[in-house]
């Protein structure tokens, strides 16, 4: 027998592999669920947010009260306004989420989103429209920051991939949701029904533990283990799960110095975490569901709002497929198998474009000028972006879109991880804003096949990052992945 076969059985690594099974197998996920939902319920109030200006800007478009009508610019902002604030509320969310806890942090963020669904509500003019968006995009920002990290450090590796894609489900479920709503509710009716979820949240959250990681890192350790026992159950030895984040905790500084970004724990998942979320905006996620009401009225569909909420089944259906299958077949492959398929989907778009564009007048950059020369164009295979509108959204999905969240809120050493999240939150919502705002000036530069070649590009270029760079954090601890990036450079790619 050779060496390579002999060494499992000298190895320690052994002996940890299989205590660690016998741990993982008698622990109870009740309570671990139960946090996990009340958590999740803050990702749900930020898919209401980001559905709710789909249904509400036509109505507030036609609203007959002239200090509540909005124009196209002024529908553009809010609509947009969003970003600005989850941009600004990443910056907070990493500095509080450190500072208070990640409990405390969850339930403050519940207030703003409250506070601004009731101005809102109560809006006298378009300047209080205006606030009530950017209070809802602030508690955006600090939930998509805070919730990933409160699930990730309550959750073990058997079901962190489950709970964590359950954030972007969530997300796309609370879109749908406004969608839906949106069909039958008038737009303040909707605002009303979109503090729900946050109210709850608050609620819940009030009776659910702070983190063990957290508590440790303050050096509250019997409290840490308490947490542990209430989230995996009596029935497991505690103090083996308890000893592995100890060590962990002890061998960090609790205060973070610029001077470790040479250490390659920190500026290597640092930088994987960046690029994560500057390839799921530049995606064209945001480029192709601008195209999706033209898209749904040339494959006539009478009403657009149905499409809609095609669209946000769609999500739902596949976020969920993902969230089922993420700890069997782990990250690397399903972003690298997303990118591609978002790839192939905006090429093709591409070349319906450059096909049929003698059809199209290339004159018309706006969405109602694009709307109506679309369907001039007769002889176009309607099905054909249909078919990709709805492979492209599939796609992102199952990848793309719940991905860079959960590996954020896994590679980060937790005397990094608030500041660390902060940034990459940043980096998203700031990229999101400038993808949407600056979309027109790329059609008129490089027309609508350049753009969707450009974002056809973006997406290869994920899949090769996810294939070179992005290391494979399935079925591991969150202190197994912080070693990993502690040694050699080739084991990135293991």
């Not at 209080?128 to 073990?156: C, F, K, Q």
């Not at 591609?340 to 007048?361: C, R, T």
Request: charged share 15%; proline share 5%; net charge negative.
């Amino acid at each position: 027998m050779s060496a390579e076969e002999w060494s499992p059985l000298l190895d320690p690594a052994a002996h940890s592999s299989t205590q660690e099974l016998q741990y993982f197998s008698k622990v109870r996920n009740k309570n671990l669920y139960l946090a996990t939902f009340a958590a999740v319920l803050g990702p749900l109030s930020f898919g209401f947010v980001l559905g709710y200006s789909s249904p509400a800007i036509p109505e507030l478009q036609s609203n007959p009260n002239p200090d509540l009508k909005l124009d196209s610019t002024q529908a553009s902002w809010f609509g947009s306004l969003v970003t600005v604030g989850a941009a600004v509320g990443g910056i907070i969310g990493g500095w509080i989420v450190d500072k208070v806890g990640r409990k405390p942090s969850l339930m403050m963020c519940g207030l703003p989103f409250i506070i601004g669904f009731v101005i809102i509500v109560g809006a006298q003019n378009i300047w209080m429209l205006y606030t009530g968006r950017l209070m809802t995009g602030l508690a955006s920002g600090i939930a998509s920051l805070v919730v990933p990290v409160y699930i990730s450090e309550t959750s073990h590796p058997k079901v962190r991939g489950l709970l964590g894609s359950c954030v972007q489900l969530m997300v796309v479920i609370g879109i749908m949701g406004a969608y839906v709503g949106g069909m039958i509710l008038p737009w303040y009716w909707l605002a009303v029904l979109s503090s729900v979820p946050p109210t709850l949240m608050v609620i819940l959250m009030y009776f659910m533990p702070e983190t063990p990681r957290y508590l440790l890192s303050k050096n509250k350790r019997s409290e840490a283990l308490a947490v542990l026992e209430w989230l995996r159950g009596p029935e497991v030895d505690h103090d083996w799960e308890y000893s592995q984040i100890e060590e962990s905790c002890n061998t960090q500084d609790t205060k973070f110095a610029l001077s470790e970004l040479k250490d390659s724990a920190v500026y290597k998942p640092f930088l994987i975490g960046i690029f994560l979320m500057l390839f799921q905006q530049l995606s064209g996620i945001n480029a192709v569901m601008f195209y999706a009401e033209t898209i749904f009225e040339q494959a006539n569909f009478e009403n657009s709002s149905e499409g809609s909420v095609i669209v946000g089944v769609v999500q739902v259906v596949f976020t969920a497929i993902a969230a089922l299958i993420m700890d069997k077949a782990g990250r690397k492959i399903l972003l690298a198998i997303s990118a591609l398929i978002m790839s192939f989907s905006a090429a093709v778009f591409g070349v319906y474009f450059k096909i049929w564009k003698e059809n199209i007048n290339n004159s018309s950059l706006h969405k109602v000028d694009v709307q109506n020369s679309i369907s001039m164009a007769t002889h176009a295979p309607t099905w054909l972006p249909l078919v990709c509108l709805v492979i492209f959204i599939a796609g992102f999905a199952i990848g793309c879109g719940p991905i860079p969240w959960l590996v954020m809120s896994e590679i980060f050493p937790v005397r990094v991880r608030g500041i660390a999240s902060g940034v990459c939150v940043l980096t998203n919502w700031s990229t999101a804003f400038l993808v949407t705002k600056e979309f027109n000036d790329l059609l008129e530069n490089i027309t609508q096949y350049g753009t969707f070649w450009l974002f056809s590009s973006f997406c290869f270029m994920n899949f090769l990052f996810t294939i070179f760079f992005m290391p494979e954090t399935k079925g591991k601890t969150l202190e197994q992945i912080e070693a990993l990036f502690r040694g050699p450079a080739h084991e990135l790619t293991d």
